[in-house]
């Protein structure tokens, strides 16, 4: 039997909403030319509660699918146990089945599938959750091809991995392939028996998601997976780094990148990110990137590095020195042989704190019965 393996549609995606269904129809109508069944990893919509206009053109479009579809509910749909996501919905409305804590049977010409499907459940619960439905609600049949669905993050992939579900438990369980959604970059790991398809369109603007979209198309006895690519718009992510650069340094060589992207592909999503430092005067706040539709721009440059910043505040503080010792020679200059009753430093410092002050002193001097000043 062949098992095409689709994941994370995000119907209703704002950002790319006409990708989203663009792209999704793609990957089930090719899907099902190929397939004898379609595993839906969960993420069908972007939203708990999508739109009407999300779910009527969702609902056409799966009516189009010749094959059937097994599903479950994504983090993204996941609502109270006693409310109704729109996975439901869909299976309700007949063009899906929904499983979450379920076996589901698909037999074809004498060849039998298990599917048990669960969908997304908070990762400190995924253990228990997996556990438990595996031991009520799963009987394994002899000669029977066995189907895990979920859609979790997986201990392993994850850089601060804790208390997501591991790999390590899933190698374990009792099924001949585990189909997992949720995370947007494809996978294959054990061996090809578990298999991430990835998202069928953009959402998260990272690099991870540059490689190409598509679904897996699964052959249930050679038990190998073929990656089917998805036509869809180009993604490009690239990085930018500048050192002490100017602001208009820095904003031609994002110009400039958008430009040599553009170039490749007009339609194509840019995400540039821009690190380093700008030059010294420079502040972010004065950035301003050029705006384009699909271009997006993360910049993080910093005004300095701390070891640059803290160089030029000691440069400041021994620049204004040099200003206060410079002052300082010029007023003795000035009054050198002309004022012979007063220290001038005394009369520099009376200078740097006011005119009346200097007034005062002035005064004060003199009053005590010193020489006048000469003018
Ligand atoms: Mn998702």
Known sequence: MRIAIISDTHLG??????DAFVQAERAFLAASEKADAILFAGDVFDTKIPKLETLDRAIAMLKKVKIPVFAIHGNHERRAKELVN???????SGVMTYLHGETKPFELNNEKLQILGIGNVPDEYA????????????VPEQGAFRILLIHQSI???MPHGKNELSLEYLETLPFDLIVNGHLHGKDVLLKGRFLIPGSTVITQLKKEETAGKGFFLFDT????????PVD????FCEEILLRDASVTEARDAVKQKIDELMKKDRNAIICLKVTGTLKQGAGQPDLRFPEYERVFVDSSLEAKSLKERLERIRNARSDQLSVRD?????LEEKVKGRITAFDSAEIFEKLVQGVDETLEYLKKEDTDGKAPVST
Do not use: G, W
């Open 13 to 18: 995606y704002a950002r790319f909403e006409e």
């Open 86 to 92: 729109p996975a439901r919905l869909l299976s309700t």
């Open 127 to 138: 253990d228990e959750a997996v556990k438990k439905v595996i031991a009520e609600r799963f």
């Open 155 to 157: 201990r392993e992939l």
């Open 221 to 228: 006895m050679t038990k190998k997976a073929d990656f089917m």
């Open 232 to 235: 869809t718009r180009p993604f």
């Open 326 to 330: 410079l002052a300082l020679r010029q």
